[in-house]
């Protein structure tokens, strides 16, 4: 029985074609920047999304990390939102290592930080006062796509408060495909943006730090820093490089497949949250880790919380989501 495993689309296994790119791909050693593998998928992205350079790292932390201490001196402040991954889900690291003091904002409904409230949490200019001098957002944020129009109005409101824009854009080509536009309609707004190759895309590892040649200057001394520098990295990049020219038009099937799953789901009378792109969340209650055990019997594999976030990816088909939600039909009727 092959797991259907619905807590995150980064558990994907690379697929034959990759694994074929990965085993032919020519190699060197990327701190001597002679890996022509890492030195393509670095181009090829920057290239796509509208940037001078960018620098591949082992994951999303790293890469927000790496952009953020790139920004930010020690004693500055970046405004993020209060459940954005960078403030919340990387253990502090942009003040713990680099020292820059965080402002989150409430993100609201729609997945976007309110402008008005970013203005009004700009610090003056002030010795008492840490410096502000970015803003960081996210797109997708939790499944939501951040509308096109939103994203020129942050590029004004920073750009005439002097701060620099970044984008934790770890499903940036969710975004996208969901919008139906090339993903330089949304990167071409930001300074800098961190991509995913391992979370819908399909790659098992690596991130790619898009920017200014400057920028992204000082992002490869920081990632030699922090222990990021790789030797035979174009084993890894191979991957992305395949995910990227194969596998980023497929993530509209992830799409449809976490709306047949919203619902199927709310048919059966669950309260499930509006879909956008490839996360579905539903109500589960205090049912949730009897919900959980009841579909580990099945095969399926889920998180135990409250409100539950299911993720589609490329390891699941339409027929397991058929699967999933008969699954739940049946731990309703019992
Ligand atoms: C997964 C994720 C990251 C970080 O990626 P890792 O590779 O797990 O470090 C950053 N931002 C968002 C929104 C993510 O979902």
Do not use: W
Not at 81 to 109: D, F, M, N, R, W
Not at 242 to 250: F, I, M, W
Not at 306 to 314: A, E, G, N, Q, S
């Amino acid at each position: 029985m092959t797991a259907i495993d619905l807590r995150s689309d980064t558990v994907t296994q690379p697929t034959a074609g990759m694994r074929e790119a990965m085993a032919q791909a020519p190699l060197g050693d990327d701190v001597y920047g002679e890996d022509p593998t890492v030195n393509r998928l670095e181009a090829f992205l920057a290239e796509r999304l509208g940037f001078a350079a960018a620098l591949f790292v082992p994951t999303g932390t790293m890469s927000n990390l790496l952009g953020l201490m790139a920004h930010c001196e020690r004693g500055d402040e970046y405004i993020v939102g209060q459940q954005a991954h960078t403030y919340k889900y990387e253990g502090g690291g942009a003040a713990v290592l680099g020292s820059i003091q965080p402002q989150p904002l409430e993100v609201q409904a729609d997945g976007s930080l309110d402008l008005d409230q970013v203005v009004g949490a700009i610090k003056a200019d002030d010795f008492h006062f840490a410096r502000t001098r970015l803003l960081a957002l996210e797109n997708t944020m939790q499944g939501k796509v951040l509308p096109l129009e939103y994203l020129a109005a942050a590029r004004k409101v920073t750009t005439e408060q002097g701060l620099a824009l970044h984008l934790d854009g770890a499903r940036l080509y969710n975004a996208a495909v969901k919008l139906g536009v090339d993903a330089r309609e949304i990167t071409r707004h930001f300074d800098s943006v961190s991509v995913c190759l391992s979370k819908g895309l399909g790659a098992p590892v690596g991130s790619v730090l898009c920017g200014s040649e400057a920028l992204i200057g000082k992002a490869r001394r920081l990632r030699k820093m922090v222990g990021g520098g790789m030797r035979q990295a174009g084993l890894l990049a191979a991957a992305g490089l395949y995910a990227l020219e194969h596998q980023v038009e497929r993530l509209a099937d992830d799409h449809a497949n976490a709306a047949l799953l919203a619902k199927g789901l709310s048919e059966l009378g669950y309260e499930v949250e509006p879909v956008q792109t490839n996360m579905v969340y539903v109500q589960i209650g205090d049912q949730a880790q009897a919900l959980k055990n009841f579909c580990a019997e099945q095969g399926i594999v889920l998180s135990a919380a409250p409100r539950l976030r299911m993720v589609t990816h490329l390891d699941v088909s339409r027929a397991g989501i058929e699967q999933v939600v008969a699954a739940f039909a049946r731990f309703r009727a019992q």
